[in-house]
């Protein structure tokens, strides 16, 4: 995954210092949270329980959640195979038992997370309408600006509220690449 930040290494060394059966436990936890993401509230109660039963400060174990949660993230955003999360996590200081319990579950829950993460995405800032306007500068305090293109764009998301953008035409253009990039993937996804 690339260089990480100590307190995300530290975070892993934890984890593996934890017994299997409390490994198992934390792990069950983070997954159904990955799962149903909306029940946040519970996740928290669970890990202060959780940490409460092992006698360990829930600041250590919110820090490791963290750090695993930010590891499935990445994951899932990257598509990375089982081996290469093998091999990330190995080379985070996890142990092989508990590597490869990880993965294993990773893999049984992948589908169901995968698809939730899909609909978080696909849910937020849904776009009802758009309006745009081309125009022109036509005075300005610098010269060199007047006669400029522009464009004025006014997204409607479903929530009614209205966000409005000015940009360059080479802005634009910019873009309207990226929107047919992220286009493309959907119908690739589809």
């Not at 329980?49 to 499935?72: D, H, M, R, T, W």
């Not at 080379?91 to 579950?105: F, M």
């Not at 009802?128 to 305090?141: C, I, K, M, P, Y």
């Amino acid at each position: 995954m690339g260089l990480v930040d100590d307190n995300f290494t530290t975070a892993f060394i934890n984890l593996n210092r934890l017994e299997v059966d409390s490994f198992s436990e934390f792990l069950e936890l983070i997954l159904v949270f990955l799962s149903s993401p909306k029940e946040a509230q519970q996740f928290i109660s669970k890990l202060e329980k959780y940490a409460g039963s092992l006698n360990i400060p829930f600041s250590a174990i919110q820090l490791i959640a963290k750090a695993v949660l930010l590891f499935f993230r990445g994951c899932l955003q990257k598509s990375l195979s089982i081996t290469q999360i093998a091999e990330d996590l190995s080379n985070l200081g996890l142990n092989e038992d508990k590597t490869r319990r990880l993965t294993q579950n990773w893999s049984h829950s992948f589908g169901i997370i995968s698809n939730v993460n899909q609909q978080r995405v696909l849910t937020i800032h849904q776009l009802t309408d758009l309006e745009w306007r081309f125009g022109v500068t036509t005075g300005n305090s610098l010269a060199s600006r007047v006669g400029k293109i522009f464009l004025q764009m006014k997204f409607k998301i479903f929530t009614g509220e209205i966000i409005s953008i000015e940009m360059s035409i080479e802005q634009f253009y910019s873009f309207l690449h990226e929107m047919e990039k992220a286009r493309a993937s959907i119908e690739y996804l589809i």
